[in-house]
């Protein structure tokens, strides 16, 4: 079975500091793409970053980046600075691009808190 | 349009009951997916349209459910005979490629509750 695992029900950060978000997946496929996505209580999910698996350098969005460990099959998403604006659930998930599906496959979530 | 956009917003029915939720997708996406969010599952894939192909029906939970996609564009997520386990926010994306993992755009969510 696919599965993504996010092992950090729930975090916290004092602003301005750096927190790290971790996530693991469990795919036998080469080719996938993965992604962070932010969800604020306004329950929009907002894309925050997508790295291409084929791709062994990291990818950066200003204030947010990953690490990316193909063989471990980990993605963690550090955030830099951290300000109050980011507090939300951080979702980590994946698409395996094969066949008629690009469905995302989501973990369960990690909920950070900014602490003023 | 600017983005995404889903409707109802919020939706109370009574358990029997059928409902219809709409999504709008962004303009000139040919990809347009269904996803359930709900405490005890998490993030669900429900269905998946994609230009002119058949959709991708494998994450919708039973037969009360079904969807459509109209001209490519607008989505209709019907839930018939609704029960209990159905309250969940319903949320609609998009996304403009396939193949590429570009990502896709979320709306704000439709939140049925199931009394």
């Known amino acids: 079975a696919q599965t993504v695992t996010q092992s950090q029900p729930e975090m916290s950060v004092q602003e301005a500091e750096t927190v790290t978000l971790s996530c693991t997946y469990d795919t036998s496929e080469s080719d996938y793409y993965l992604f962070w996505y932010k969800q604020p209580p306004s329950r929009q999910m907002i894309l925050v970053i997508r790295q291409e698996a084929y791709k062994q350098q990291n990818a950066t969005e200003n204030r947010f980046s990953v690490n990316f460990q193909k063989a471990a099959k980990s993605f963690s998403l550090k955030i830099s600075d951290s300000q109050l604006g980011d507090a939300a659930m951080y979702f980590c998930?994946?698409?395996?691009?094969?066949?008629?599906?690009?469905?995302?496959?989501f973990g369960k979530g990690t909920k950070l808190t900014v602490n003023p | 349009g600017a983005g995404v956009s889903q409707s109802p917003s919020n939706k109370v029915t009574e358990k029997g009951k059928d409902v219809e939720l709409r999504c709008d997708p962004i303009?000139?996406?040919?990809?347009l997916y269904w996803y359930r969010q709900s405490l005890g599952q998490g993030l669900e894939f429900l269905i998946y349209f994609q230009g002119n192909s058949a959709p991708d029906k494998s994450g919708l939970p039973s037969d009360r459910f079904s969807a459509e996609r109209t001209g490519g564009s607008v989505s209709t997520l019907t839930i018939q005979r609704t029960q209990q386990e159905d309250s969940a926010v319903y949320l609609c994306a998009s996304s403009s490629y396939r193949g590429t993992g570009i990502g896709q755009y979320f709306g704000p969510g439709t939140r049925l509750t199931v009394t």
């Open positions: 303009s000139g996406h040919t990809a």
């Open positions: 998930a994946y698409i395996i691009p094969q066949g008629g599906s690009e469905k995302l496959v």
